[in-house]
């Protein structure tokens, strides 16, 4: 049956239609005998394999794609960010979660930006930097190689690397969206003068000399090195510049929080989750919960693509956004209401709640017992999926929040623009309702959409998976599990397969291109308000198969799995 359903289902879905960032799309795919990663950049998915390679398991795997990402996609992720991870490790059958997104300062109050909020892209809206902390503290705990063979891969690339399309492309907005200071940012980051920056193309040859002194130290001094002296005290006297608030003491003080994955049973699957403060978690259990009830209806009606399953997805999605506008906020600072968020009942009464042929009233979407108080771009993200040989898994998503974070380098280090993800007045830039339980205080975490996320099966791991792309990550990474799980789509099909979004305000239902003409209509019909959109989401999957494991890099992204 799920054979037929699987065959039915390549011939039903349609090309996605999106513009591919990579020249040869066949290189984003790979099937492994043993072990793989799947992440943004090829030579990154290599700098794992490396490590996998030199006796290191798939944390020393994450770790080494992670921070060779931050050479080579210095306008998405780095040291200057931070992120969450999700473990599985085999042997025990243990999952732990890793938060090492960025804190706010301990001058950052929610006053400060003023009645408008925190700028993003600001000397504001610099976080407390935890990746480089949060990736240590991964290998204290679970890896077999030393944070010094880990950062090998990144210094050696730091040296020199080839501009891949992707990076050409930012690097080509960078400097439109700003054409005075944008040449300044890209010579800073490549130690080149500023017409060099403005002409570099994809396949022309880059170093990031200061970062490689940065790494350099890393390597000989350990992690430590990045929290205290000459490279802390150098993003300070950064910040401080821009008109931020980054201190010594936050840079001594930061601490990455080890918490309890979210863990749902979605059809016979075990889904592991990110808890708060990423939304995405939360958001994934709801809308899973919602569409647990009436599985066979919409896998009749038919695939992934079919109107009546797209409209239901929306309507979950709208529930699951709803309700984090209202509710999710810090932990530590807010009480997120998780047990009556990740109730099956509560699912249940969603699921009853919506309509196949019509879209709820505004307010109908969610537990509407807290108004938000402000409407909620994104190439800032970077997600890294790794399986290795014994079974043990790794989904970290990592960022520094928009295109280049704050656009503030300093040691060769691109200091995010985190903050922004605190709900302020002014709806922060990926228009994502929030409420006080998101507001800025010292120390805190604002909320995220990163979603790493860790299926497991009868044989152990069976999808990992995340994605970047601000809100789209959760709708991403949901479509790409739903498409696995339930429509028996393998790795490629289901990364190549159209999406949707829907984050409840504002009321769009944003669709690829692949979506027909026919189907858009169709939703039209429902009362759904579709707007097309070039790509939503780009993510990194690795599925086990009856013969090793199938990696898939995102087409949208242009990046490449490796494996072996
Ligand atoms: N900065 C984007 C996110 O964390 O969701």
Known sequence: MRAILALLCVALVPSSGFAETTTNASRAFLHARHAAVASDSQVASAAGVEMLKSGGNAIDAACATTLALGVTNPFASGLGGGGFALVYWAKTGKTVALDFRETAPAALTARQGGDKGIRPQSGLSVGVPGEVRGLSELLRRFGALPFSRCVEPALRLSRGFAVSPWLAQQIRDEIARNPTTGPDLVAKIFSIGRQAASRLRAGDRVARPALTAT?????????????????????????????????LD???????????????????????????????GTIMVEVLGILANRPEEWRRKGSPTSPAYLHELAEALKHGFADRARFLGDPAFARVPLAHLLDASYHRELAQRNQPDRVLAHDAYGTPARRPTAAPRDGGTAHVSVVDEAGNAVALTTTINLEFGARIAADGIVLNDQMDDFTSERPDVFALAGSDANRPAPGKRPVSSMSPTIVLGDRGVEVVAGAAGGPRIVSATLQILLDVLVFGLDARQAMTAPRIHHQWEPDILYYEPGISIETVRALENKGQRPQSRPDIGKANLIVRSRSGLDAAADPRSGGEPAGY
């Open 250 to 280: 936050d840079m001594a003080r930061y601490a990455p929080v080890e918490r309890e994955p979210l863990t749902t049973n979605f059809l016979g699957h075990r889904v592991l989750s990110m808890p708060p403060p990423s939304a995405g």
């Open 215 to 247: 790494l350099e130290r890393l390597r000989r001094a350990g992690p430590e090195a990045f929290y205290r002296g000459d490279i802390a005290a150098a993003m300070v006297d950064a910040v401080s510049a821009a008109g931020g608030v980054l201190a």
